[in-house]
């Protein structure tokens, strides 16, 4: 089979149908069983599960959709595809309703059931990949232990997750917006189904117009088939717009409409479809400035930011260095089949000061380079290729381990103060110290004037 194949159950009450399906699926390399009615179906479900199930809309006993619900109640997840020779509207309507992934007419044209069996494929994948993406959440989450300012991050994506609200997520290239939108979507009750993402700035504007909305056959020269989108394809999960501030202003009116109305159109086509899907969108723009400007319609921008979740650059976490670093650095050995160096106490330093303007990316493509070229059994300061060296905020060099240690509780200790207004109390229970130590440091680093 390739490695697109799928379980294929055939439910047809015409023999001669049964036989031409099952030998055409066979032959294009699915795995199929066939059944001539509802009941012998459900059997052959209960005994071995099916990726897709192909049944004809009129059956003996329970007719498709009556099948379809069944199927649903002993714990089936297979796509079902109805066919009948009855195409009508409210035909059509009952199967999507009931759960049918598709519909087609009989006679049915093969190159339309290959086009189908390829999105079926298509979405499976991408449930298997989410599936795998949750798993691996768990196992390692890629925003645990990290310092307060990207725990209160977590904190509040978190709270909103169980929420169907749509969320902005801000920040500057490479600070990790998408791990939030990941986040958000594991902890989300539309965890069992896709997330699908989309960067907006990486396509023309008709291709992207395409990907979201999908196109019907004719609409376009190339559009051999009809195509669902990825507002189709993601139903009942999370659709993430990444570069969300580049979309074009016509663009911007029919993503308007999928948040006010929660339907769209596909291209070529006058019908409007509905869709469950829960957006997500990030851009490292000022949507507000955009906004004032005209670039960006004011009423899309609200519809975005029902919720708004911003993400420091690193320059103002430099805390979470280490933390990064160290897991950087663990994951590129592995994958890279090299040995994991530890980085020496100058070269965390010269880190922990580097103002980072590709923020995380930027870091671990660095730190990728280095331990690919370090010439030592651990990366110094020249195997990074920094331009500057390493200083803490008065200037003062550190190059030994308790110098890089002083560094980072200074920086710690400013940023505590700074966000309780010089309370020490305060900062004290924001750092997880007790108070008599955050005085002993105060004093020690000179920083007993900044606290009150």
């Known amino acids: 089979m390739s490695e697109e194949s799928l ?47 192909l049944t004809d809309l009129r059956l003996p006993g329970k007719d498709g959709i009556e099948f379809l619900r069944a199927a649903r109640e002993q714990g089936s997840d297979a796509d079902f595809l109805v066919m009948t020779a009855f195409g009508t509207v409210a035909n059509a309507v009952s199967a999507m309703r009931a759960g049918a992934y598709d519909y087609l007419t009989k006679p049915l044209r093969l190159e339309e059931l290959d086009a189908v069996i390829a999105r079926v494929a298509e ?11 949750r798993r691996e959440l768990r196992e390692s989450d890629d925003l645990a232990g990290l310092g307060p300012a990207m725990q209160r991050v977590c904190e509040l994506a978190d709270r909103v997750a169980p929420s169907d609200a749509t969320i902005l997520i801000g920040g500057e290239s490479g600070v990790g917006k998408e791990l939030v939108a990941k986040r958000i979507h594991v902890k989300s009750r539309r965890a069992s189904a896709p997330l699908l993402k989309i960067n907006c700035a990486a396509l023309p504007d008709s291709l ?36 969300i501030g580049d979309i074009s202003p016509a663009l911007q009116v029919r993503l308007l409409r999928v948040l006010q109305e929660r339907e769209i159109m596909r291209l070529g086509s006058s019908k409007a479809l509905a869709v469950d899907v829960r957006i997500l969108a990030a851009t490292n723009r000022d949507l507000e400035r955009a906004v004032a400007s005209g670039d960006f319609r004011k009423d899309l921008f609200f519809r975005l930011r029902v919720i708004e979740v911003s993400v420091p650059p690193l320059r103002d976490r430099p805390e979470d260095i280490p933390v990064l670093a160290e897991r950087l650095l663990r994951r590129h050995a592995a994958r890279d089949g090299v040995a994991c160096l530890p980085l020496a106490p100058a070269a965390l330093t ?96 000179g920083l007993d004037r900044d606290a009150k």
């Open 208 to 243: 992207l117009e395409s990907e979201l909305f999908g196109h019907e056959k004719g609409a376009f020269t190339g559009a051999e088939t009809s195509r669902r989108g990825l507002f189709e394809s993601a139903s009942k999960g999370t659709v993430f717009l990444d570069e």
């Open 123 to 133: 979405r499976r994948r991408l449930i298997l990949e989410n599936r795998l993406l």
């Open 7 to 53: 379980e294929v159950l055939v439910v047809d009450d015409e023999p001669h149908q049964r036989e031409m399906l099952s030998e055409y699926l066979a032959s294009r390399g699915h795995g199929v069983r066939v059944a001539h009615g509802a009941e012998s179906a459900l059997d052959l479900l209960r005994g071995r599960a099916a990726d897709l199930v």
């Open 350 to 445: 010269a880190l922990i000061h580097h103002p980072f303007p590709g923020n995380v990316r930027e870091l671990e493509n660095m730190l990728e380079r280095a331990l690919l070229l370090a010439r030592g059994d651990r990366i110094e300061p020249e195997d990074l290729a920094l331009d500057t060296p390493a200083r803490d905020d008065s200037g003062e060099s550190a190059a030994t381990l308790p110098a890089a240690v002083a560094t980072l509780e200074k920086s710690w200790i400013r940023r505590a103060l700074a966000s309780s207004d010089g309370i020490r109390a305060q900062a004290a229970r924001l750092l997880g110290i007790p108070d008599r130590v955050l005085r002993y440091k105060l004093k020690k680093y």
